[in-house]
């Protein structure tokens, strides 16, 4: 299990005002809880958290290192949610949320494709219906990802959560009859025939009989 190291600063302003002033600052508000401790308004900085975001860390164990008035506190957590302004794509707040390592909880776990399916030797598409799975489990024992083997599935056939194979000490989340991936049939659309057209030297005969009948009318 990896674990990466965040320093923080606990805040005592907890208002609008100083939060703009933080971000202003480079730093993101933000706060840590967990079922057996309190709520801790933090603030940190935000080209660490960017890095952990562009290095998909932010999924991980994260160790933060609590600057409490010069007292040195550490957590272990994951970050629960990470607010981003849709503007102009920086961070606004996260949430960390305390891990025991003796509690279960439910994880994103993501999914390793392996092989070629067969479908697909035949002329189908893979579609990935899903990249991650749910599970519950310790925090000691989740997995960096999960081997899927796709090599049997044939055109029209998919692979379940149910059908996946994870170890003993983890638990499905997901409903079992969720499709995880899939091969289906290419669709082939079919172009029906233009309709005959006229020859071109017919089409230019047709053109100039009107001409001939005319100029009969005026030698009349």
């Known amino acids: 299990m990896e674990i990466t190291d965040l320093t923080a600063q606990v805040r005592v302003e907890q208002k609008k005002g100083p939060a703009r002033?933080?971000?202003q600052q480079g730093l993101v508000p933000a706060i840590f809880?967990?079922?057996n401790t309190d709520n801790i308004q933090l603030t940190v900085k935000s080209a660490d958290l960017v890095k952990l975001h562009k290095e998909k860390k932010d999924h991980a164990?994260?160790?933060?290192?609590?600057?409490?008035?010069?007292?040195?506190?550490?957590?272990?957590s994951l970050i629960?949610?990470?607010?981003?302004?849709?503007?102009?794509?920086?961070?606004?707040?996260a949430d960390f949320y305390e891990v025991d390592m003796k509690k279960k909880l439910v994880f994103d776990v993501s999914l390793n494709f392996v092989g070629k399916a067969i479908g697909v030797e035949n002329g189908g598409e893979l579609?990935?219906?899903k990249r991650e799975v749910k599970v519950l489990c310790l925090p000691s024992d989740l997995p960096?990802?999960?081997?899927?083997?796709?090599?049997?599935?044939?055109?029209g056939h998919s692979i379940k959560v149910k059908d996946i194979q994870i170890p003993e000490?983890?638990?499905?989340?997901?409903?079992?009859?969720a499709a995880v991936v899939s091969v289906a049939a290419v669709k082939v659309v079919k172009v029906e025939a233009a309709a005959e057209e006229v020859p071109v030297e017919g089409a230019a005969a047709a053109a100039t009989e009107p001409a001939k009948?005319?100029?009969?009318?005026?030698?009349?």
């Open 144 to 155: 960096d990802h999960i081997d899927v083997d796709i090599t049997a599935i044939e055109i």
């Open 61 to 76: 164990f994260i160790k933060l290192i609590i600057d409490d008035g010069g007292k040195k506190i550490e957590k272990l």
């Open 80 to 93: 629960k949610e990470l607010q981003i302004q849709p503007l102009t794509g920086k961070l606004y707040h």
């Open 213 to 220: 009948d005319e100029k009969k009318e005026k030698e009349k």
């Open 21 to 23: 002033r933080f971000r």
């Open 127 to 129: 579609q990935h219906i």
């Open 169 to 177: 000490n983890l638990t499905h989340v997901d409903p079992p009859e």
């Open 33 to 35: 809880y967990g079922g």
